[in-house]
């Protein structure tokens, strides 16, 4: 019966205060809170999209894992010691729960010229299975290099930033430069094809792609001879415990490794935003509760006379600081509420217009980018909720101090 009655008179002074001076504080605490909450959710979006595309970058131009020979030499940016293919292995990789294919490939070092200037790059050779729908967000003109009958496809493609220095375009063939141990060399002209970019400066600096039977002619190895394998999985929450099993099934010779351990920093850089989303929501969490503290604080104030004639009434102390508690509880759920919303709005506005523009070269991507997790955004409500309530606990206490007679004098 109390509650009920705490209740009423809660919802009767909310409707009814807006009017009077807690009514500006009233409204200051409602946009406070809500400006809190709309901040929490577009951060953790923006973050949450973020570190989603730069993975996918990632994952989509190197895969999951790695199989090669020599890992303890082959970490880097730099050609990998051949070895046979395997098929009866893959066949067993590809077995595994959570593995969406194993793609070959091999690298080599080259020289690229057009005209009179020159780049260094790693080719990257692929075959004609190799699965292009994974880079072709990055495809920015042209087409990825097609691999005919012959002894070799005589197409790369080269990223934007490349051919921006080579002032190169699509259609221009380059003169490629090979230099094998022995202090020889060999060149081949090749056609551009097409040009990536995936705002990965390390990528888009180093890399070219091309038939890996250019790669293997290069190099004088047979057919059978690559570089490594890329596995690309499902899940990349799995990418440890999938290259554990991987571990299991290929020779001793060979070694498994996930992207992650190639390039930590990068990842370590991606785990850091998850820190900084939590001190996110904890700062802005603490700011909304603030917030409420001053406004129950101003509406006890204002609501002395009130509280007076309740305790003279016979109101229990509690009864009365459940009305306080209810009215700021209902001025935190319209904040978020109302956060809500807005938070989404922004959200919904930079998927459709991408108005927040970002420098790829800094950020790895060119717009940012949101993903919207509704588990995360009912956390939000839900710690801003909670930790909200609990702090109105400590100042309605202040009502077990008032005096009825000197607060009904107050008047």
Known sequence: MTLNVSFYLASRIWSRGQKQFSGFI?????????????????????????QEVVQQ???????????????????GLTEEDPFSENDSVIRQIKTIPGIVSVERYATKSAILKYKTTIESNLLKGVDRHFDFKRLQPFLKEGRWPSFSDSAY??????????????????????????????????????????????????????????????????????????????????????????????????????????????????????LLQDQIKLLLIIILTFIAAVNLITSILILILERTVMTGILKALGAP??????????????????????GTALGLLICWLQIHTGFIQLDEDAYFISK????????????????????????????????????????????
């Open 26 to 50: 009233i409204r200051m605490a409602v946009s406070a809170t809500a400006i809190s909450v709309a901040v929490m959710i577009v951060a953790a979006s923006f973050m949450n999209g973020f």
């Open 57 to 75: 970058k990632m994952f989509g131009f190197w895969g999951h894992i790695r199989i090669q020979q020599s890992i303890e030499t082959n970490k």
């Open 153 to 270: 496809g005589r197409e790369v493609v080269i990223s934007s930033k490349n051919a921006e220095r080579l002032e190169a375009k699509i259609g221009d063939s380059l003169l490629v430069f090979f230099f094998r141990e022995d202090g020889s060399r060999s060149a081949r002209k090749l056609k551009i094809a097409g040009l990536f970019k995936t705002g990965i400066e390390e990528y888009d600096k180093h890399f070219t792609i091309c038939d890996i039977r250019l790669i293997q002619r290069m190099n004088n190895w047979p057919a059978n001879k690559i570089g490594a394998y890329e596995v690309y999985i499902d899940d990349p929450q799995q990418m440890n415990t999938l290259t554990a099993e991987i571990h299991q099934l290929i020779p001793p010779l060979w070694n498994a490794h996930s992207i992650r351990e190639t390039y930590p920093s990068i990842f370590d850089w991606l």
């Open 317 to 338: 102390n509690f009864t009365i600081q459940k009305i306080f508690i209810f009215h700021t509880g209902l001025i935190a759920a319209t904040g978020i509420l109302i």
């Open 368 to 411: 940012a980018a949101v993903r919207i997790m509704p588990g995360q955004i009912a956390f939000i409500n839900l710690i801003t909720w909670c930790v909200c309530t609990a702090t109105l606990l400590l100042p309605s206490l202040i009502i077990r101090k008032i005096n009825p007679t000197k607060a009904i004098r107050f008047k």
